[in-house]
């Protein structure tokens, strides 16, 4: 489990939220974000057949296939889950031009889904609980003019309980949308 401030740019303009990330059996990843002062903003569980999440303050429920723009309504996050499992254990990407530094990924670039990305990571942590991993990753969507910083703040190998969190308990009452499609063009 890693937690981390987010901060997300669109558009020259930037928001911060507070996120707790979790790789699950390797293949699915779940976040759970709030606002800076804890409030729930949305929980995502993604792997490469199904993503499904939900908006609290909207009261919607979202579900179905992995796509370029099926998480717009929370954030313009326009990587597959393979992709961003990638990013959180810093290996390199599959499919993906990336550098190494001091035997470390330190940068990748490629392409999902036709929509471009670079990954960079930074200040490696050199004592505490993030030791050798990198405190800062830096994901930019160039085509979408969009940049999501994550700063990690803690990180836990082991989760207990991680099968509950394999599933979203949708409250009573919330709306139930398919996700949005992917556009020829954005």
């Known amino acids: 489990m890693y937690s ?73 996050l326009s990587i597959d889950a393979s992709t961003l499992i990638s990013l959180l254990n810093e290996q390199s990407i599959k499919n993906a031009q990336c550098k190494t530094e001091a035997g470390f990924t330190s940068e990748c670039a490629g392409s999902v889904g036709g929509a471009q990305y670079i990954v960079r990571w930074e200040k490696r942590a050199t004592t505490g609980l993030l030791a050798g991993r990198a405190t800062k990753v830096i994901l930019e969507l160039p085509q979408r003019h969009v940049a999501l910083k ?16 394999m599933v979203l308990q949708v409250p009573e009452g919330f709306q139930s949308f398919s996700v949005p499609e992917s556009r020829k063009q954005d």
Not at 55 to 62: A, G, I, M, N, S
Not at 150 to 165: D, G, H, I
């Open 4 to 76: 981390a401030n987010l901060f997300v740019e669109r558009n020259g303009k930037s928001y911060k939220l507070k996120s707790d990330i979790y790789v699950l059996s390797g293949k699915t990843v779940r976040l759970d974000v709030t606002t800076t002062l804890d409030l729930p903003l949305a929980s995502v569980l993604l792997n490469d057949q199904k993503i499904e999440y939900v908006l609290y303050r909207d009261k919607k429920y979202y579900s179905g296939k992995p796509n370029p723009h099926a998480l717009d309504p929370v954030f313009p």
């Open 150 to 165: 994550f700063y990690y703040t803690n990180w836990q190998k082991t989760v207990s309980n991680a099968e509950r969190l």
